[in-house]
């Protein structure tokens, strides 16, 4: 976390606004269907203490009404502002002198509207807050759901108040409309604790509001609906704390456009976009992020439920050999394996299932169970009994009465081996008999995507080897005065964009392996340093002004003899006038050229918000067009390195392609490693930094192309 990274408040500081004991409604209205008169009714279950405040009436119904929040006879914990703009400041004023815990503020107009003085009106009700020690949420925002005390903190109508179960699911939205939308799953069964929004984030944010819920006991899992926010290490702060707590993090990141990336000067800029960094922030922390709206709640619901994995490999159930099908298309996209039953467990299946079943692995115990009932669970606790199986998936086809059994005798068999199942809901009547009883039931996760529950499988084995593996431990590969070496260097160059031969002496004293070369003025130097070197050679203009060799035409590869050499010299400088008429030439690189292998990309870029990253992909000019890159905050471990590459959808090019041989990804992550260490040390001095392409044949990897830009 930076110097300037404000500390995420922690459960203390936020109970009296999130758990209240005692609420007021300032502005209370006996208006029907005005926000004061929604947000009473909204509390009309609320098991604390519940004031109405307005000077202009005496009571309000069966209520007394308070002319001001000083005058109720205790210092309240949360306070409902529903008033204009223009009074909120005085409102929050009072509360403050009475003590008040927190306000939630529904008035919009602040800064929201962009304008200068909106601007300023919200920035000094936040300090407001800040120096009386009251938290405050909003301005602009929508309410808050606390569903242990039945608090509906809202003008929204609130959907049913359930008391929250031990698999309870803590909901966080930025927006608050898809948060309300989410509190609405309990509607389906699904066991929520809380549902906090944050409005304008004046005060109380996104990142606060998690660490909250880490906190409480109440809450198991946390689901989040993030959008942005100024200072993006405060979550990562908080998911932390998450993590600390095993409370699995579950994130839905809005706004994933990249248009913005174009704009940056080397290959990694428009990799390492804003979406990516937040990603490979979210990951470093511990969060599960999921790619749909759709996938929020079902992931977060069902690591709520599940214990810890007790093995990677998942069985299927099925009463149709097309769910059958489905389920095994969906675990190879998701990496899940499933493994096959052991001969005692396949004896058993065969005594079951006919002859034109599938006794296997995905198993489908066919329609034939309409006729023998107990072959599902018998065939499903067998398999759920294996050693190599850590949890179970179940299609559900066909939605009937008998649909509302199954559930328990499903959750019967989970909690005999203590080993998840999963309902995979596959009738399009998505609340039909049994869904409900499937989503209350703590040993069973429910979801309506096959693909959504394997992603979560996924997502559920990844979390718990992570956690198993420990707090990481960075050793540094590369010298301890790597960093003064490479500052001095930096700092000599006399343009914003070093030359290739500049970044490549930068790296070099971070022990990157760095192609030789010379820098030649004349086509007879260029002949005398390539017979120096050994044929072939390669060929390049060197220029401040020519930051993309390529696109210029500058560049010449394998170059056999001194009349290659020549001509490429003429050509080389020919091109790089007509490219750049004014640019400034310093001569021409010559190179010997690397053994043949694989191109790959690294790179590394320093966020304004993230701070340094690092981009690791297959290289060459196709990075961008074909954007196979991972992205992780720097520096990081050698086995963090391995895995950007190990993640990649082109692998295969690394692990000996068409008899190539295999890249050492041992070696590439040692790379990785020290141009990680590279960017974190000069994050002040540089903003991007591109090694593109680094050859790598075997365990020889050289870097034959360099770009930083500075600061």
């Given amino acids: 976390m930076s110097a300037t990274t404000r500390a995420v408040y922690r459960h203390g500081d936020m109970a009296r606004l999130f758990n209240p004991a005692s609420i007021a409604v300032i502005g209370a ?29 005496e009571t309000i119904g069966e209520r007394a009404c308070f002319p001001s929040v000083g005058a109720i006879p205790e210092k309240v914990d949360c306070c409902i502002v529903v008033a204009a703009k223009d009074a909120i400041e005085e409102i929050a004023t009072d509360c403050a002198r009475a003590g008040v815990g927190g306000i939630m503020v529904y008035a919009s107009g602040f800064a929201e509207t962009g304008r200068e003085a ?9 300090a407001l807050g800040r120096e009386a020690g009251m938290r405050i949420v909003g301005p602009n925002c929508i309410g808050m759901l606390n569903f242990g005390t039945k608090a509906g903190v809202t003008f929204m109508i609130p959907p049913p108040m359930e008391a929250p179960l031990g698999h309870a699911v803590g909901l966080v939205s930025q927006s608050g409309a898809l948060g309300f939308s989410l509190a609405q799953s309990v509607m389906r069964g699904v066991s929520v604790s809380h549902l906090l929004t944050t409005g304008n984030s004046s005060d109380v944010d996104v990142a606060d509001c998690v660490s909250f819920l880490a906190d409480d006991p109440g809450c198991r899992a946390i689901a989040c609906v993030f959008e942005g926010m100024p200072d993006p290490l405060r979550f990562i702060q908080a998911a932390e704390v998450a993590d600390r707590a095993n409370k699995p993090l579950v994130v839905f990141k809005l706004g994933t456009g990249e248009a913005g990336a174009a704009a940056a000067m080397s290959h990694t800029g428009s990799l390492a976009g ?7 922030a979210f990951h470093r922390a511990g969060a599960v992020v999921v790619k749909d709206f759709e996938a929020l709640v079902e992931t977060a619901a069902f690591l709520a439920k599940a214990p810890a994995p007790r093995a990677r490999g998942v069985a299927v159930v099925a009463v149709s050999g097309g769910a ?32 034109f079943g599938s006794a296997r692995n995905p198993c489908d115990v066919t329609a034939q169970v309409a006729n023998d009932p107990e072959s599902l669970t018998v065939c499903a606790g067998a398999m759920l009994g294996e050693e190599h199986y850590g949890a179970l998936i179940y299609a559900q086809i066909y939605s009937t009465e008998l649909s509302a059994k199954r559930p328990g005798e499903l959750a019967a068999i989970a909690e005999k081996a203590d080993k998840p199942i999963c309902v995979v809901w596959t009738t399009e009547w998505l609340e039909g ?11 069973i996760g429910l979801f309506r995507s096959m693909d959504r529950c394997f992603a979560a499988l996924s997502h559920w084995h990844d979390r718990e080897a992570r956690r198993a593996a420990g707090p990481r431990v960075l050793a540094r590969l590369s010298r301890p005065e790597a960093a003064a070496e490479a500052a001095a260097l930096i700092a000599a160059s006399q343009d914003r964009t070093l030359t290739e031969r500049e970044a490549k002496a930068v790296l070099a004293a ?14 007879d130097a260029a002949v005398a340093a390539a017979e120096a070197l050994g044929f072939p050679v390669a060929m390049k203009v060197e220029s401040p002004d020519l930051p993309h060799k390529t696109e210029a035409g500058v560049i010449r590869l394998k170059l056999k003899d001194a009349a290659e050499v020549r001509e490429a010299y003429r050509a080389v400088m020919a091109n790089a ?10 001569g021409v690189l010559v190179q010997p050229m690397a053994k043949p292998g694989v191109e790959v990309m690294v790179g590394g870029r320093v966020d304004p918000l993230m701070g340094p990253l690092i981009v690791a992909g297959l290289g060459g000019v196709l990075v961008e067009l074909m ?13 963090e390195a391995r895995a950007m590459f190990e993640g990649l959808r082109g692998r295969a090019a690394l692990e000996g392609f068409r008899g190539a041989p295999a890249a050492d990804l041992d070696v590439l992550a040692g790379i990785v490693v020290r141009l990680s260490e590279f960017i974190a040390d000069q994050r002040g001095r540089i903003s991007e930094l591109d090694v593109n392409p680094i050859i790598v044949a075997g365990s020889d990897a050289v870097a034959v192309d360099a770009l930083i830009v500075k600061a």
């Fill in 29 to 57: 209205s006996p208006r029907a269907g005005s926000f004061a008169d929604r947000t009473i009714q909204a509390l009309k279950d609320y098991t604390g203490r519940l004031y109405l405040v307005n000077s202009r009436y």
């Fill in 274 to 280: 804003e979406t990516a960094a937040y990603l490979a």
């Fill in 433 to 443: 008999f049994g869904s409900k009883e499937a989503e209350q039931n703590p040993r």
């Fill in 627 to 639: 954007r196979d890159s991972a992205l992780a905050l720097a520096p990081v471990t050698k086995a």
């Fill in 577 to 586: 006038v007509r490219h750049a008429p004014g640019a400034r030439i310093n």
């Fill in 118 to 126: 909106d601007i300023a009106a919200q920035q000094r009700l936040a």
């Fill in 324 to 355: 059958a099908i489905m389920s095994a298309d969906k675990a190879e996209a998701h990496g899940v394996p499933l493994p096959q039953p052991t001969p005692p467990v396949q004896a058993i299946l065969e005594s079951r299932i006919p002859d």
């Fill in 510 to 523: 971070y022990g990157v392996p760095v192609v030789p070369e010379r820098l030649t003025g004349s086509e």
